[in-house]
């Protein structure tokens, strides 16, 4: 499908660590939900962003990293990619790690913002892993580091353990619930379960700068 005079340009972020012994083919296919998309027929034909600057769709069979930061035009119908792309990394990831996905509104200019208007720019942090203790490793990970640069505008670093033991409380806490809600060879009952990921709300983002 091809999306040229689309209201939103999709920038998706992250560095993924995959499993060792996975090839490209296993990658191709893990990351149709973004190449196919973009209106392309194959990962190679695909993984060019719309901007020169951005390395785009990368995987260094190496170091078995899988780095993403690659733009393209698209609607609100991006969003429905996202849990196949989650889903599929899940099972290829060797941690847990996040995924940045921002929304620019290209139709919103200096006049609608001077009028008021709302733009449609959004930002949502998905996060993958190879298992729901993975994910929430990587969700504690990140709040850590935003907590603690927070609070080391106010505090010295070493002050700030009793905040991060607190947090890891809290983790502790939901990876127990998680753990007692679910039974060998059957789904979690009731609603919810890991999740894959997380939103955020509006705001306008800056690009990543390269």
């Not at 919103?108 to 729901?132: I, N």
Request: net charge negative.
């Amino acid at each position: 499908m091809k999306h040229d005079n689309a209201p939103l340009e999709i920038h998706v972020h992250g560095d993924v660590p995959i499993k060792p012994g996975t090839d490209f083919k296993a990658i191709q296919e893990a990351l149709k939900p973004l190449w196919h998309y973009a209106g392309a027929r194959s990962l190679n034909e695909g993984s060019v962003s719309l901007y020169e600057e951005e390395p785009g769709i990368r995987f260094d069979a190496q170091t078995q990293r899988l780095n993403l930061c690659w733009t393209v035009r698209g609607d609100e119908d991006f969003r429905m990619v996202l849990d196949d792309l989650c889903m599929n990394l899940n099972d290829l990831s060797a941690a847990g790690t996040q995924i940045e996905v921002t929304f620019y509104d290209t139709e919103f200019d200096d006049e609608d913002e001077a009028g008021g208007a709302e733009s449609r720019d959004d930002f949502v942090m998905l996060f993958v892993g190879p298992d729901p203790g993975a994910i929430m490793q990587a969700q504690r990970d990140l709040l850590v580091h935003d907590v603690v640069n927070m609070m080391e505008r106010h505090f010295d670093g070493a002050e700030l353990s009793g905040v991060v033991s607190e947090i890891d409380k809290l983790f502790s806490q939901r990876f127990d619930s998680l753990v007692s809600s679910l039974e060998i060879g059957k789904p979690p009952r009731g609603p919810g379960g890991s999740s894959g990921h997380g939103g955020g709300g509006g705001g306008r983002r800056p690009r990543h700068l390269h």
